[in-house]
């Protein structure tokens, strides 16, 4: 992993890893995340106004290249206030390249000049194929032949994995949720009305061009858990 400064070094003991998904909506478990050594959050997910639900407190923020204008649109949120925070911004290499070309690099690049206290770190390009390399041992697909692109939580998972002693996942329903009988219907965002988060899933797993496999990622977290320190709650992941 490396940034636009350094290479990042991260040692938790307890992570939190908070979902964006709508399952967060009215758990009331703010307080019990902001009690853990390492908090990771996703993309563009705020904290403000959601305190009670998600917490307050962010350690770690992984973000899609797609989602990094999401967050230039409140840079002070997020680079002024939150300047603790480590960013680690996944993303193609044609989006990284730091020639002059990469257009997130460049993005970030410029973020730093203003907020010259931001910790942004970008994936480098053996990392990102590294990433690809889990998904195909693990699925035995090919990401590129399978036309999927991997999900911010698939990034996550695997630096937190290298990262933290033990891991709390909250509000990541499971890869059979969805067909499960009178399942919680919920925004795919907590932060936003939109789609049901159901329908995204099953929108993006048989898309045939640049979906997410949702639901081929979660099965591998539910195995990754009987290996690794992982718990899912709200709701809970029986494993077998």
């Known amino acids: ?23 967060m909506v009215g758990q009331k478990v703010g307080n019990e995340i902001d009690r853990y050594s390492c908090i990771w959050r996703m993309n563009n997910a705020p904290t403000k106004g959601y305190e009670e639900d998600v917490g307050r407190m962010t350690m770690i923020r992984v973000v899609s290249h797609t989602s990094v204008p999401l967050l230039l649109k409140n840079p ?18 044609r989006n990284m390249r730091k020639d002059g070309n990469g257009i997130v690099y460049n993005m970030l690049k410029k973020t730093v000049e203003v907020y010259p206290k931001a910790q942004i770190y970008v994936t480098t390009e053996k990392r990102m194929s590294y990433c690809d390399g889990v998904f195909k041992k693990e699925t035995g697909k090919d990401r590129v032949q399978s036309g999927s692109y991997l999900s911010t939580g698939w990034f996550t998972f695997i630096l937190a994995m290298d990262a933290c002693y033990g891991i709390h996942v909250y509000g990541m329903i499971n890869d059979t949720y969805c067909k499960t009988e009178g399942y919680r219907k919920v925004p795919y965002h907590y932060y936003e009305q ?8 099953f929108l993006h797993e048989h898309a045939l061009y640049g979906g997410h496999r949702f639901i081929t990622e979660k099965k ?10 992982i718990i899912f709650t709200h709701p ?3 494993m077998s």
């Open 194 to 201: 939109g789609r049901d988060e159901c329908d995204e899933y």
């Open 220 to 229: 591998v977290f539910a195995k990754w858990a009987t290996k690794h320190r």
């Open 1 to 23: 992993m490396a940034c636009i400064l350094k290479p990042l070094q991260l040692d938790c003991d307890l992570c939190a890893i908070v979902s964006n998904s709508g399952q």
């Open 236 to 238: 809970n992941w029986t």
């Open 76 to 93: 002070d949120y997020f680079f002024k206030e939150a300047n603790t925070t480590i960013y680690v911004i996944w993303g193609p290499f």
